[in-house]
Antibody, heavy 122, light 112 residues
């Protein structure tokens, strides 16, 4: 069974940092690209960042570019999101999500975690 | 990275059929056959319902179907059931980068 379990969310002040983690199981992690997708309270889904199987290609939404860094450790079956210079508008439930392809090209998100809540407020 | 356009809400009675539209541009929906649809019940993670415009993952009811014409994709649900009441999101591969995905704003389906 495919499982993605996020952790690391919490309440943080504007301008501070937070690191999210996603532990996966039930599939061969380095056979897939991975993504972070967020959902602000009561709002829709927003793609945040993606990474290919070998970290050879990485992408970010314009809203987080230069502040967030995605990474993965295939030996630990884990995906990460380092979030710096956090803003109130970054408040959201952050989902770890698996892509259907190894490079992400032409792929889609096929599995989602349950999400970890990040609240940015003073 | 503009969001795809979906109607905010649609409704139908049990047994009826509904369609949800998803409009993008030639740079996403219109340029690729890589549109997917997700169902999200309150407090739950999204669930993949349709991928590559028309394909259903194993376990998804045949009452769900997808199509596309030019820059607009559509999700059709036939024989509406109470458990279909949920939010639905479309998503597309986009020209902006190999990894970028664009989502629609979501459509709230109410089963009357």
């Amino acid at each position: 069974e495919v499982q993605l379990v996020e952790s690391g969310g919490g309440l943080v002040q504007p301008g501070r940092s937070l690191r999210l983690s996603c532990a996966v199981s039930g599939f061969t992690f380095d056979d897939y690209a991975m993504h972070w997708v967020r959902q602000a309270p009561g709002k829709g889904l927003e793609w945040v960042s993606g990474i290919t199987w070998n970290s050879g290609d990485i992408g970010y939404a314009d809203s987080v570019k230069g502040r967030f860094t995605i990474s993965r450790d295939n030996a630990k079956n884990s995906l990460y999101l380092q979030m710096n210079s956090l803003r109130p508008e970054d408040t959201a439930l952050y989902y770890c999500a698996r892509d259907s392809r190894v490079t992400g090209q032409g792929g889609h998100v096929d599995y989602w975690g349950q999400g970890t809540l990040v609240t940015v407020s003073s | 990275q503009s969001a795809l356009t979906q109607p905010a809400s649609v409704s139908g009675s049990p047994g009826q059929s509904i369609t949800i539209s998803c409009t993008g541009t030639i740079n996403d929906v219109g340029g690729y056959n890589f549109v997917s649809w997700y169902q999200q019940h309150p407090g739950k993670a999204p669930k993949l319902m349709i991928y590559d415009v028309t394909n259903r993952p194993s376990g998804v009811s045949s009452r769900f179907s997808g199509s596309k014409s030019d820059n607009t994709a559509s999700l059709a649900i036939s024989g509406l059931q109470a458990e279909d009441e949920a939010d639905y999101y479309c998503s597309s591969y986009t020209r902006s980068s190999t990894l970028a995905r664009v989502f629609g704003g979501g459509t709230k389906l109410t089963v009357l």
